[in-house]
């Protein structure tokens, strides 16, 4: 098991190191540089300090080194745009908004996904389940801000009864949460459908049935249980979207979250920045994966047994 | 005391087969099983064995017909009734790898028909389980293994197992041996017979292996898409077989030294097994039957009792079995 444990890790930090580096140079490759915008009003001589300043003046591999060096002491360094600001603290400061918003909706969109789920895959071929898949296929082909965009309209221009946009109060979290829940919703309910009607025809729950239990045991015990475990994997890769931010979700409802800052920070080619959070990014990603295959080995003994030999 | 556990009066299963078809699975099958005894059921794959097995158990709810156990029909039951009757009667199923939920350790597999049925505190149950576990020849320990770690032939003693667990009279083993290695099947047969003796369990033994079913039955029904099509005694139903698809049964099972019982010829059938959506009209063998005649398209043959205690379905098997043969 501990052998399992570091071999994990070592994999993980391997995998953080590439992507930092391909991030470094994919960022590097792009034309332009953070003084792009305005680089033809400014003096050469202001210039020259701006790029002595970052270390944009020395070559592209010292560059590279001085980076990695920071990042092994978890140093992400400043931003180039809002000087004097460190990534780290930026990260910090945004991703719990992103976490909010984006964990609210998760947990209540998944809760509606797995029941619509059960009830399709319970009245399979009758109109609970026409209505749930129509739901489904809904949830997964409407764009974001199309979807964000009318949410907008109708609640708030039109009724009046929500905020179009803006943060800082609870009552600024609906409209968001409904708009990025909408997906996990259509996610779940095809997922858990589709898994529930294969454990429905595993005879261990004809078994169960034999025993005498009662329909609701059956369900909730037998086949509930069993169904969950494959949508285990998906909810990790929705667990790491929560905290990178829904980048249009948060730029439409104007919510200060780290997608936002993200996508500025592209558009502004803060090098720091966009290194920061990639990394942040992947780091998280790469964790949440070894969360699940930990929680997989509790949640299914035909794994635990398998690991541990 | 009526010696009859079960009686199945005209049970029937339909199942709906798209495009307004339905697929007659049980079609009108009349059996008794006595207490004590073993009614062995034989027939092909999808002829319905399984599905008989089922409904008896109201796993399956019947289309129409009765089942009448212990002298109460319980097609109507429900709730508390239905509960008793579900603790009475219990199944072993066919596919060990299927039937035990992976999640579950074994001792939890084995518990929870205990914990529907009966009043065990912890320590009653976890006695009861190790003396279930060691009733079908497995140490106790077992009891916190999952069903993954198990070979087939365990996991179908910990499936026998459950089985038991409720203390039941009567037991549908549906197939449990065909999923198994064939050195683990006279094991496993031997512990089924083993615990009727000791236990005066009722069987119904649902099984497309011939000389497993005579081995273990005491009678021996015959079905065929969906009809029962004869039913005797185990002796009976292998010395002299009445019912034209019996026959070619019986002749199709392998024999240890087939040159010195050169006299008995392999009886061919023609064609394949109609599809049982689109049975034929009548008797439903007649489209593979060398004896057919026209009253066979017409008329569905009864189950009648040609010789004490022997039943067939069958135009042509008139009050001696003979005639066939000098046809």
């Given at each position: 098991m501990a052998k399992y444990v570091?071999?994990?890790?070592?994999?993980?930090?391997?995998?953080?190191?590439?992507?930092?580096?391909?991030?470094?140079?994919?960022?590097?490759?792009?034309?332009?540089?953070?003084?792009?915008?305005?680089?033809?009003?400014?003096?050469?001589?202001?210039?020259?300090?701006?790029?002595?300043k970052y270390g944009l003046d020395q070559p592209l591999y010292k560059q590279y080194f001085k980076y990695m060096e920071g990042l092994v002491h978890l140093d992400l360094g400043e931003s180039i745009l809002y000087a004097g600001r460190s990534v780290t603290s930026e990260i910090a400061r945004t991703s719990p908004v992103s976490g909010m918003v984006g964990g609210?909706?998760?947990?209540?969109?998944?809760?509606?996904?797995?029941?619509?789920?059960?009830?399709?895959?319970?009245?399979?071929?009758?109109?609970?389940?026409?209505?749930?898949?129509?739901?489904?296929?809904?949830?997964?082909?409407?764009p974001v801000f199309v979807l964000a965009s009318l949410m907008q309209y109708v609640f708030a221009v039109q009724l009046g009864w929500l905020p179009a946009s803006g943060w800082g109060k609870p009552v600024h979290m609906v409209l968001p949460v409904i708009v990025l829940g909408f997906g996990s919703v259509a996610t779940y309910a095809r997922y858990i459908k589709s898994s529930m009607l294969d454990t429905l025809g595993q005879d261990?729950?004809?078994?169960?049935?034999?025993?005498?239990?009662?329909?609701?045991?059956?369900?909730?015990?037998?086949?509930?249980?069993?169904?969950?475990?494959?949508?285990?994997?998906?909810?990790?890769?929705?667990?790491?979207?929560?905290?990178?931010?829904?980048?249009?979700?948060?730029?439409?409802?104007?919510?200060?979250?780290?997608?936002?800052?993200?996508?500025?920070?592209?558009?502004?080619?803060?090098?720091?920045?966009?290194?920061?959070?990639?990394?942040?990014?992947?780091?998280?990603?790469?964790?949440?994966?070894?969360?699940?295959?930990?929680?997989?080995?509790?949640?299914?003994?035909?794994?635990?047994?398998?690991?541990?030999? | 005391m009526n010696n009859q556990l079960i009686e199945v009066k005209d049970l029937c299963k339909y199942f709906p087969a798209g495009k307004g078809n339905t697929l007659k699975a049980v079609d009108h099958v009349n059996l008794t099983i006595n207490r004590g005894e073993t009614l062995g059921l034989v027939g092909e794959s999808g002829c319905?064995?399984?599905?008989?097995?089922?409904?008896?158990?109201?796993?399956?709810?019947?289309?129409?017909?009765?089942?009448?156990?212990?002298?109460?029909?319980?097609?109507?039951?429900?709730?508390?009734?239905?509960?008793?009757?579900?603790?009475?009667?219990?199944?072993?199923?066919?596919?060990?790898?299927?039937?035990?939920?992976?999640?579950?350790?074994?001792?939890?597999?084995?518990?929870?028909?205990?914990?529907?049925?009966?009043?065990?505190?912890?320590?009653?149950?976890?006695?009861?389980?190790?003396?279930?576990?060691?009733?079908?020849?497995?140490?106790?320990d077992y009891a916190n293994r999952f069903a993954h770690e198990l070979s087939g032939g365990q996991r179908q003693r910990v499936g026998i197992a459950r089985a038991l667990a409720v203390d039941p009279d009567f037991i549908v083993c549906d197939e449990p041996i065909s999923a198994l290695d064939v050195s683990i099947q006279a094991q496993v047969v031997n512990l089924l017979i083993k615990l009727q003796r000791e236990r005066g369990l009722t069987y119904l033994f649902i099984s497309h292996d011939l000389s497993m079913v005579r081995h273990i039955s005491d009678r021996v029904g015959v079905m065929y898409l969906g009809s029962?099509?004869?039913?005797?005694?185990?002796?009976?139903i292998f010395a002299h077989p009445l019912h034209p698809y019996t026959k070619v049964l019986m002749s199709a099972i392998p024999v240890a030294d087939p040159e010195a019982n050169g006299?008995?010829?392999?009886?061919?059938?023609?064609?394949?097994?109609?599809?049982?959506?689109?049975?034929?009209?009548?008797?439903?063998?007649?489209?593979?039957?060398?004896?057919?005649?026209?009253?066979?398209?017409?008329?569905?043959?009864?189950?009648?009792?040609?010789?004490?205690?022997?039943?067939?379905?069958?135009?042509?098997?008139?009050?001696?079995?003979?005639?066939?043969?000098?046809?």
């Open positions: 570091v071999k994990r890790i070592c994999y993980m930090l391997l995998t953080l190191f590439t992507v930092a580096s391909i991030t470094f140079f994919l960022m590097r490759s792009i034309p332009g540089d953070p003084l792009a915008s305005m680089a033809k009003t400014l003096p050469e001589q202001t210039k020259e300090n701006f790029y002595a609210t909706a998760l947990i209540i969109g998944t809760f509606i996904g797995v029941c619509l789920g059960m009830v399709a895959a319970l009245k399979k071929n009758r109109w609970p389940d026409y209505v749930v898949m129509f739901i489904a296929i809904l949830g997964a082909t409407i261990y729950v004809l078994t169960a049935r034999a025993k005498g239990l009662s329909e609701r045991a059956v369900i909730l015990k037998h086949v509930l249980r069993n169904s969950l475990l494959p949508a285990v994997t998906i909810f990790s890769s929705s667990i790491v979207g929560v905290f990178t931010g829904a980048f249009v979700t948060e730029k439409m409802f104007s919510i200060p979250g780290i997608g936002l800052y993200y996508v500025s920070s592209i558009n502004n080619n803060d090098y720091t920045m966009v290194m920061g959070t990639t990394v942040f990014y992947a780091a998280l990603f790469i964790i949440m994966q070894l969360v699940v295959d930990f929680v997989y080995m509790i949640l299914d003994p035909r794994i635990r047994i398998a690991s541990d030999r | 319905g064995k399984t599905t008989c097995g089922r409904t008896i158990l109201k796993l399956y709810q019947p289309t129409a017909g009765q089942v009448i156990f212990d002298g109460k029909d319980i097609s109507g039951l429900k709730g508390k009734e239905l509960l008793k009757f579900k603790k009475r009667a219990q199944i072993i199923f066919q596919d060990p790898y299927s039937s035990l939920d992976p999640r579950m350790t074994i001792g939890e597999i084995i518990a929870e028909g205990m914990d529907v049925h009966c009043n065990y505190n912890k320590k009653e149950r976890d006695a009861k389980v190790a003396e279930l576990l060691n009733s079908v020849g497995m140490k106790e029962l099509v004869e039913m005797t005694g185990s002796g009976e006299s008995e010829e392999e009886l061919e059938i023609k064609g394949e097994v109609p599809s049982p959506v689109h049975a034929p009209s009548g008797c439903k063998f007649r489209t593979r039957c060398s004896y057919a005649t026209d009253i066979c398209a017409q008329e569905v043959p009864e189950l009648r009792e040609v010789t004490e205690g022997h039943f067939v379905a069958c135009h042509h098997c008139g009050e001696s079995g003979e005639q066939q043969k000098n046809a």
